[in-house]
């Protein structure tokens, strides 16, 4: 039989409404001008529920980045080890869709002042993912591997940033398809 804890479902509740709460204010307000109060009265919870599940404010708004850059990574993770231009294509528009999808919290997040911890975690992920890709191909040393992947990394975050803030001026399948190309003159 095997030990799996419960969660009750008033925490689960209470932590969505109080993330949805705060995602909502994240968008209409900037980050420094929310408060706990704000949060707690659009969660229609009390401060102290709050606190109950986050230390403060930037604690939230760590878990709601985590949450993000997690399901990125899902769709980033290879789920097989050779794959065609179509499969990588696909692969890249996923990630467009999400953004997309969530454009408002990634748009506010990406003016706020607070984007490095989004921004590093998405970097080493992606850094990592592209170093991976890299050695499979075993035409590198490891100081242009790192100084590779390290370089297309921070192309491919610039362009997601300038997609994002511009108000996504291209559809997220025509994204895929120009960074693939971009990708491809890189071996990835």
Not at 11 to 28: C, G, N
Not at 53 to 79: G, K, M, Q, R, W
């Amino acid at each position: 039989m095997q030990n799996t804890t419960k969660v009750d479902r008033r925490i689960i509740k209470s932590r969505e409404a109080i993330k949805k709460a705060f995602l909502e204010l994240f968008i209409e307000k900037n980050f420094a001008q929310i408060t706990i109060n704000d949060i707690s009265e659009r969660a229609n919870v009390n401060r102290g529920t709050i606190y109950l599940h986050y230390h403060d404010i930037y604690d939230l708004l760590d878990s709601c980045i985590e949450e993000h850059v997690n399901e990125l990574i899902a769709f980033c993770t290879p789920h097989e080890l050779v794959r065609d231009k179509a499969d990588f294509i696909a692969e890249l528009e996923s990630v467009f869709i999400y953004l997309s999808d969530n454009f408002p919290f990634f748009s506010s997040l990406f003016s706020s002042n607070r984007t490095f911890a989004f921004r590093e975690r998405l970097l080493n992920f992606i850094t990592d993912n592209i170093k991976d890709k890299l050695k499979s191909k075993n035409t590198e040393t490891a100081s242009d591997l790192h100084i590779k992947a390290h370089f297309i990394a921070y192309a491919y975050i610039g362009i997601v940033e300038w997609w994002i803030q511009r108000g996504m001026p291209h559809p997220p399948k025509y994204m895929a398809e120009q960074l693939s190309l971009l990708f491809e003159g890189n071996d990835i």
